[in-house]
């Protein structure tokens, strides 16, 4: 069967011609070749497309806000015509697979790039991480542990009825533990949850993240304890029943809004403020106002510590994309590391320190797509062998 190129933007096409462009191994390197044997005419349509894709994968010092727009419409609307397919549950966002990201949205990525830095030559193959087993989402209620597979979405109405609805699967039906703060929602790596309270409230659950929750809200508050990771709450207004939300080292006091907060043992614990008002409360500290389009980082000596931040590269885990503005590599690897249940070698991670990032990481299902928009970041090649990732690294000339 004849091969449907005819020019060299044929090639741009072709996913399995730009993962051979970015991650060459043997099997990538024979196809090729032997297409090229066999189709003579091939060798300057490759050579024309292999030039072209350089070019666009050079990083640029900067982009005009319009630049910025364009493509990102460009992408957004790709993706938004591969979503189209209905699903027993709703979602906030899709995880876009391997056949809906298309050389489109590679190329399109590849605009985004912004390295600091200089060039870079061939170093070594180093060992960059290991892919984790993934495990299920629990959910314990009245000494009961639900297990799930996939990523979830769970509502639990006035009444305390919790209903639990799985892609591809039928909705489950169960009564929750009549006593205050009795469930407890637990997301490994790799996976990411939705919950609706009693209330109304919506909580968006970030990998390795643990909520304790009850079933019903009674008594003059309404309070939730976030054990472990990182979650987005959408808080329902109630005048009569104040919102607060705990951790191990403070407590947030709720007026009626939107935030977001992360206490993951490996990165500082946090609060962003979207909208509404929040007043946080350190163990043992004073109590701090946080104003819409802020942050508050905990210190050491447990205060906190205030700053304006885009509120966008914090909530976009929520959507189905990272966004990094200048973002240290180890940091943008980390988090790729919750939501794909790997492991990165420590001493990998610290030898990228000085190289930053700024753009968006469309979280893929197929992680040699993520890998590769990360190669293009970093100025490395990466291969998926065995479930481990290998990196060769770069150094400066």
Not at 152 to 160: K, N, S
Not at 182 to 187: A, E, G
Not at 310 to 334: A, N
Request: proline residues 3%; charged residues 25%.
């Amino acid at each position: 069967m004849a091969h449907p190129y005819t020019q060299f933007t044929d090639f741009l096409k072709d996913k399995t011609f730009i993962q051979w462009q970015l991650m060459p191994d043997e099997a990538l390197d024979s196809y090729w070749y032997t297409l090229m044997e066999n189709n003579p005419g091939y060798h300057a349509l490759i050579d024309e497309a292999a030039r072209s894709l350089k070019t666009l994968m050079q990083p640029k010092t900067s982009l005009t806000a319009d630049e910025m727009e364009q493509l990102l419409a460009r992408i957004e609307n790709s993706i938004r015509q591969k979503k189209r397919r209905k699903l027993k549950m709703r979602r906030l966002f899709r995880y876009i697979t391997a056949t809906c990201a298309g050389i489109a949205l590679l190329i399109g990525l590849s605009y985004y790039i912004l390295l600091m830095g200089d060039k870079y030559e061939p170093d070594t193959m180093l060992m960059l991480g290991e892919m984790m087993e993934s495990e299920q989402i629990q959910l314990v209620t009245g000494g009961r542990t639900m297990t799930f597979q996939n990523n979830i979405e769970v509502e639990v109405d006035a009444t305390g009825q919790i209903t639990i609805a799985q892609e591809d699967e039928e909705e489950k039906t169960i009564e929750s533990a009549r006593y205050v703060r009795n469930n407890i929602l637990i997301v490994p790596y790799g996976r990411r949850t939705q919950l609706t309270l009693p209330d109304g409230s919506r909580v968006w659950l970030n990998s390795g993240s643990m909520l304790e929750f009850p079933g019903r809200f009674v008594g003059n508050s309404r309070e939730i304890r976030l054990l472990s990771g990182e979650m987005f709450i959408d808080v329902a207004r109630n005048d009569q029943k104040r919102f607060y939300v705990h951790t191990s080292d403070f407590q947030i006091q709720v007026y009626g809004t939107a935030f977001n907060v992360s206490v993951y043992d490996d990165s500082s614990q946090s609060v962003v403020l979207v909208s509404g008002s929040v007043v946080l409360r350190p163990d043992g500290g004073h109590e701090q106002a946080l104003l819409p389009g802020t942050q508050a980082l905990l210190r050491e000596d447990g205060t906190f510590g205030i700053e304006a931040v885009d509120v966008c590269q914090h909530i976009s885990w929520t959507r189905g994309y990272l966004l990094f503005e200048r973002t240290p590599m180890p940091e943008v690897l980390r988090q790729i590391a919750r939501f794909y249940n790997l492991s990165f070698d420590d001493n990998i991670l610290t030898g990228l320190h000085n190289r930053t990032c700024t753009g968006r990481i469309m979280l893929f299902d197929n992680l040699c797509d993520v890998m590769a928009t990360v190669s293009l970041l970093s100025s490395t090649y990466f291969r998926v062998e065995n479930n481990r990732i290998y990196v060769t690294n770069y150094k400066s000339n």
